[in-house]
């Protein structure tokens, strides 16, 4: 059964008898104004109650401890064990193993998430609310889909300790290893505060390019003879741009538009995409225009 859904704007009073219409205008949006009010600051850090008791949801110490132990161990603690180590090049069969688990873990994503919302969900992609009463069968499905998500965002930690384990430092960047806390605190965080509602259309976003991108790094992996047809590296980032501009723009809507999502999540998810937005576009102008020779420089070299 499709999830209730919220109907846009609040509910007015009736006309008062002997109002007139400017009156009556002014106590209607008097009233709108409060209600709005009333629920995105009154409701600001309110919890979701349907799965506030499921293992790690809403568990502040398991989230910082997580994190800190994250960044210690791939910038401090790993970097110095791997010192006087050579590379560990032989656990390149295992990672090959899990990029690929992680290309068929987000398809099922994909697929799973749009069942449960725009395909069959009965959700609005232009504003869905939050109904927090919902414990429907689909409803739970979706918020319990959730949960596995941002346990293989987890798993996607694997990704740095690899570059650790192969001395590949140059990949460990602030970039890269922010990136990773700020996507596993914002499931966490989703989880504690509401995980489905408008913002299903960027988690099925995000997996979609976790296909893309494991799949470049599973065919990446298999050697030259395979990589000599990437040529589309550049575009991979091309698209995570694209992708930060989509969803920051969906996720205003709400800001404009009353249909019940709490604005808790615009504070978190808004400045976030700003930065990230930034800070690739830095990268990929580094790695792609800058780093490109001049076409002097690049014929002087051909001639020698």
């Not at 050579?86 to 994503?109: E, G, R, S, T, W």
């Not at 800001?255 to 998810?269: A, E």
Request: hydrophobic share 50%.
């Amino acid at each position: 059964r499709a999830p209730p859904r919220l109907r846009f704007g609040n509910s007015l009073p009736a006309r008062r008898n002997g109002a007139t219409a400017a009156e009556q205008s002014v106590m209607e949006n008097s009233t709108a104004t409060a209600a709005t009010t009333a629920f995105e600051w009154g409701d600001l850090f309110k919890r979701d109650p349907r799965i506030a008791h499921w293992a790690l949801v809403g568990n502040t110490q398991f989230i910082v401890l997580l994190l800190a132990v994250y960044v210690y161990i791939v910038k401090i603690g790993g970097p110095r064990f791997m010192r006087d180590r050579k590379p560990y090049d032989n656990i390149k069969p295992f990672i090959q193993f899990y990029n690929a688990a992680m290309v068929l873990l987000n398809c099922y994503f994909v697929v799973a998430f749009l069942t449960r919302t725009y395909w069959g969900g009965g959700y609005s992609f232009f504003c869905q609310g939050i109904d927090f009463e919902a414990r429907d069968e689909l409803t739970m499905s979706m918020l319990s889909h959730v949960w596995w998500y941002v346990l293989v965002r987890i798993a996607d930690f694997l990704d740095t300790l690899f570059f650790v384990l192969r001395k590949k430092e140059s990949h460990v960047s602030v970039l890269h290893v922010v990136h990773h806390v700020l996507v596993v605190f914002n499931g966490w965080f989703g989880l504690a505060y509401g995980a489905d509602g408008h913002v299903a259309f960027g988690i099925i976003f995000n997996s979609f390019v976790h296909v893309v991108m494991y799949s470049y790094y599973f065919l990446s992996s298999l050697g030259p003879s395979v990589r000599k047809y990437l040529w589309w590296k550049r575009y991979l980032t091309q698209f995570q741009l694209v992708q930060f501009v989509i969803l920051f723009f969906h996720m205003t809507i709400p800001l404009f538009v009353n249909c019940g999502y709490p604005l808790v999540h615009m504070c978190i998810t808004l400045p976030q995409g700003i930065f990230f937005f930034v800070m690739f576009l830095k990268f990929y102008g580094k790695a792609y225009i800058r780093s490109r020779p001049q076409p002097r420089v690049e014929a002087k070299v051909k001639a020698q």
